[in-house]
């Protein structure tokens, strides 16, 4: 993950992390996972939000300072703090509408900012990283830097392919690389249903649509998973060996993938059942002012 590639500490380290790491993230995960999918009728609530967005964050970062053989106190208290503005971008997101560029800024910086605070914790220090489109801001001891990212480079060029359109103010305004595509006749956009949908930390919807609230927690989903779930740099070490400069975001989409599987298993709908699905759901009900 993340804050593991850039560990000063060198890649023996790293290596000796991984294997019993990444296994035991990967099945927290699922555990996780099959554990907020209690079923279609059970509702998102209160708990999980605390669970996914502070509790989680800080038994990882606390697991990991065990691992790294640094301060494990200090690290767990680092990462409830970031959870907790983890928790404050969530819910501002899920608040937010198309016209409302202020409280989505503010939202970007404070999902950032707590999860900047959880991944960096067992290092014992701060380092900050924004996702930025394709590109992610990092800033710490070390000094500034741009970095591509896997997935968020990838997932425009197939919105594109697929015959989004770039939404360029809507850009600007949200803070979140935006696209959107014509409506069809039943209001749904694209071949599959949606009312608009997201891919990574990118979203699309039509130019009246009013679902960025639901798409930003999406993406802020996408910020969190790349802290909290395995990557696939994490879980096939030799895409990492190839990709070292880039930001291994992928931790969301293994994340999304696990959940679809796991809907599939069940007879589940990906749409509605997923824990990121009703997890968005549950946010922006609770939060959103009607
Ligand atoms: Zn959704």
Known sequence: MSSFSHEPRGPRLVTRFAAPAIITIFLAALALSGWLMTGRSAAFNGRDLAVLNIAAPAFLAGWRAHRCKTPVGPAILQALAGGLFIQKAMETASKCRDDDPWRAWR??????????????????????????????????????????????????????ADGARLDLNRTLRLGTLSFERNRNSDGTIGRNGALAYSNANNLVTNRDGDHVGHELVHTFQYRREAFLSPSLGQIFPAIRCRTGRWIDDTGWSVAWAAECLMADIRGQKRDFDIPMEREAYELTSSFRCH
Request: hydrophobic share 45%; with cysteine; aromatic share 12%.
């Open 107 to 160: 939202a970007k910086f404070l999902m950032n900012i707590g999860t900047s605070l959880a991944e960096s914790a067992p290092e014992g220090r701060f380092r900050y990283r924004m996702d930025l489109g394709p590109f992610w801001f990092e800033a710490g001891p070390g000094g500034c830097r741009f970095r591509p990212a896997l997935h968020a480079t990838l997932a425009p060029l197939l919105n594109l």
